[in-house]
């Protein structure tokens, strides 16, 4: 079994968050009602449209959540990495 490396997994699963919440924020900035639509189904009928407020969209509501993301997308991957070598063994051993 080959190693992997703490480092890159952590940075593929935060590279992997910032495109998808990419996407996902520019999907809500042009289409708001259908965004909120789509949360409500994929969370089985929990309304988020309680959280819709009066500001527009702006850079900050972007970047904020993006930074969070990136961050603890690479800390999970980080441990995820750590802790599957720790438990079916660095270099090779079973």
């Known amino acids: 079994m080959t190693t992997m490396h703490p480092w890159k997994t952590g940075a593929t ?3 992997t968050l ?3 919440y ?3 924020a520019i999907l809500y900035a042009l289409w708001t009602e259908r965004g909120i639509d789509f949360l409500n189904a994929l969370f089985h009928g929990l309304d988020f449209h309680k959280l819709e407020t009066t500001e527009p969209f702006t850079f900050l509501m972007f970047i904020y959540p993006l930074v969070v993301f990136v961050i603890w997308g690479f800390l999970v991957g980080a441990l995820f990495t750590w802790l599957h070598n720790l438990f079916h063994g660095a270099g090779g051993r079973s």
């Open 13 to 15: 699963l935060a590279l």
């Open 18 to 20: 910032a495109i998808s």
């Open 22 to 24: 990419t996407v996902c």
